[in-house]
């Protein structure tokens, strides 16, 4: 069976004191729940994050990493770093990372290959942007993001992707897919992965929605069926907005 999961993705948000504040926060107010909770502070801040939280329900993310082993990549940081320091789940594909840092479904399928060759689990964004969904392709762009970095994996890697879909034209807008909106997309997204490989695969996997979600709309797009969690913005930097949502699912 598939988990719940609610991840905070912190963005470029918090400084060290920031962070402490938070995750002591977080820690004290942690309802007992079913889903796992995750959060994501900036990479310089991720080793602080792993001790404080030693012990903790909480499991600590980064929010990307280079696909490459170690070497000339200034700047950038690689998955044996990140397990060196406790972490164990990256998100790749933010449509963030795609947009401002042009990181392409080429791109993303090396860096998803790279997190798997280490044994790191991969929580995966993709998502179509307004004009797509004005033009009625969101569902071939978002199949294309899929197919394009996920489809050529081993059938058995599927026990260590998370998916979050994102639609581009939601996140930090305070629009939100409707409930109805998403469930239409992530069936769709489960249906896809079923045809592709087999439906135990697709019954598996977590699929998080993204984009505005807040205390208020949590539970009802958590109630959907298709919808697994959800991968948290804005609402992850206050500890009673995302304990609210927490509790939401
Ligand atoms: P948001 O961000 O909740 O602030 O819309 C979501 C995300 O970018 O993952």
């Given at each position: 069976?598939?988990?719940?999961?609610?991840?905070?993705?912190?963005?470029?948000?918090?400084?060290?004191?920031?962070?402490?504040?938070?995750l002591?926060?977080?820690?004290?107010?942690?309802?007992?729940?079913?889903?796992?909770?995750?959060?994501?502070?900036?990479?310089?801040?991720l080793?602080?994050?792993?001790?404080?939280?030693?012990?903790?329900?909480i499991?600590?993310?980064?929010?990307?990493?280079?696909?490459?082993?170690?070497?000339?990549?200034?700047?950038?940081?690689?998955?044996?770093?990140?397990?060196?320091?406790?972490?164990?789940?990256?998100?790749?594909?933010?449509?963030?990372?795609?947009?401002?840092?042009?990181?392409?479904?080429?791109?993303?399928?090396?860096?998803?290959?790279?997190?798997?060759?280490?044994?790191?689990?991969?929580?995966?964004?993709?998502?179509?942007?307004?004009?797509?969904?004005?033009?009625?392709?969101?569902?071939?762009?978002?199949?294309?993001?899929?197919?394009?970095?996920?489809?050529?994996?081993?059938?058995?890697?599927?026990?260590?992707?998370?998916?979050?879909?994102?639609?581009?034209?939601?996140?930090?807008?305070?629009?939100?897919?409707?409930?109805?909106?998403?469930?239409?997309?992530?069936?769709?997204?489960r249906?896809?992965?079923?045809?592709?490989?087999?439906?135990?695969?697709?019954?598996?996997?977590?699929?998080?929605?993204?984009?505005?979600?807040?205390?208020?709309?949590?539970?009802?797009?958590?109630?959907?069926?298709?919808?697994?969690?959800?991968?948290?913005?804005?609402?992850?930097?206050?500890?009673?907005?995302?304990?609210?949502?927490?509790k939401?699912?």
């Open positions: 069976m598939r988990n719940k999961i609610v991840a905070g993705n912190w963005k470029m948000n918090k400084n060290m004191a920031g962070t402490d504040a938070l002591a926060e977080l820690s004290a107010k942690l309802p007992n729940t079913h889903a796992k909770v995750m959060v994501s502070p900036t990479f310089v801040n080793a602080g994050a792993v001790r404080q939280l030693e012990g903790s329900e499991e600590v993310i980064s929010q990307n990493m280079h696909f490459a082993e170690s070497g000339a990549y200034t700047g950038e940081i690689s998955a044996d770093m990140l397990l060196d320091i406790g972490i164990k789940t990256v998100i790749l594909g933010h449509s963030e990372r795609r947009a401002y840092f042009g990181e392409t479904d080429e791109i993303l399928k090396k860096k998803v290959e790279a997190a798997l060759a280490n044994n790191m689990t991969v929580m995966f964004c993709f998502g179509e942007e307004l004009q797509d969904r004005k033009s009625g392709n969101h569902f071939s762009v978002v199949e294309s993001q899929l197919k394009n970095a996920l489809f050529d994996l081993d059938p058995s890697a599927w026990s260590s992707i998370i998916l979050a879909y994102e639609p581009v034209w939601a996140i930090g807008t305070g629009e939100t897919a409707s409930p109805e909106q998403a469930q239409e997309m992530h069936a769709f997204i249906k896809t992965i079923a045809t592709a490989f087999d439906q135990t695969i697709a019954d598996n996997v977590s699929i998080l929605y993204g984009g505005s979600v807040k205390p208020s709309n949590a539970e009802e797009i958590f109630s959907k069926p298709d919808v697994d969690g959800g991968l948290i913005g804005g609402a992850a930097l206050a500890a009673d907005d995302f304990i609210a949502i927490i939401a699912i």
